[in-house]
């Protein structure tokens, strides 16, 4: 069964940057795609951006596409979410979620969230 | 960037059947959208119910079904139970709605 571990809160400060982790284990790590996918509190969801570590493509939501960087370590099964420039408005929980196997679809299974907290 | 639309609240009867639906700013919707459906339930992470329009995951019981109607998604529940209650969103070409809280009373 896929498994998505993240890892812990954060608290930033305003203009600083933040790293949240994913560990991924029972798929296919470098075939199925990860997403990143935020909730502001009582807010909706909101798609970040996504990698398929092999070949490392990115794509990122164009309203984050100065500030995001995804990034994947295939030894270690783990992506990665950088966010610089931080604003309130960043604070959130951030999910990760990983395809199937065969790279055929996105968005199948979800890591239990990290809260990230922004404030001065 | 697209936006998509959702009925903000539905309300449906124990046992009775309700349709969700999910649309897009920039015309009909259709299968090259892949819409995909999401549960979330208050404290929970979401989960996935439907991709690829109309495929259930292994975990969504077979009273969730999806389709394209009308150039909109569909989520249709068919015989609601009250674990049901909960926020659900759609997704189009990686773009979310806004949710419907969906109400089983």
């Known amino acids: 069964q896929v498994k998505l571990v993240q890892s812990g809160t954060e608290a930033r400060k305003p203009g600083s940057s933040v790293k949240v982790s994913c560990k991924a284990s029972?798929?296919?790590?470098?075939?199925?795609?990860i997403s990143w996918v935020r909730q502001a509190p009582g807010q909706g969801l909101e798609w970040v951006g996504r990698i398929i570590p092999k070949p490392a493509l990115t794509n990122y939501a164009q309203k984050f596409q100065d500030r995001v960087t995804i990034t994947a370590d295939k030894s270690r099964s783990t992506v990665y979410l950088e966010l610089s420039s931080l604003r309130s408005e960043d604070a959130a929980v951030y999910y990760c979620?990983?395809?199937?196997?065969?790279?055929?679809?996105?968005?199948?299974?979800w890591g239990q969230g990290t809260l990230v907290t922004v404030s001065s | 960037q697209a936006v998509v639309t959702q009925e903000p609240s539905l309300t449906v009867s124990p046992g009775g059947t309700v349709t969700l639906t999910c649309g897009s700013s920039t015309g009909a919707v259709t299968s090259g959208h892949y819409p995909y459906w999401f549960q979330q339930k208050p404290g929970q992470a979401p989960r996935t119910l439907i991709y690829?329009?109309?495929n259930r995951h292994s975990w969504t019981p077979a009273r969730f079904s999806g389709s394209l109607l009308g150039g909109k998604a569909v989520l249709t529940l068919s015989g609601a139970q009250p674990e049901d209650e909960a926020e659900y969103y759609c997704l189009l070409s990686f773009v979310f709605g806004g949710g419907t809280k969906l109400t089983v009373l």
């Open positions: 029972g798929g296919t790590f470098t075939s199925s795609s």
């Open positions: 690829d329009t109309s």
């Open positions: 979620v990983t395809g199937d196997d065969h790279g055929d679809y996105d968005l199948l299974y």
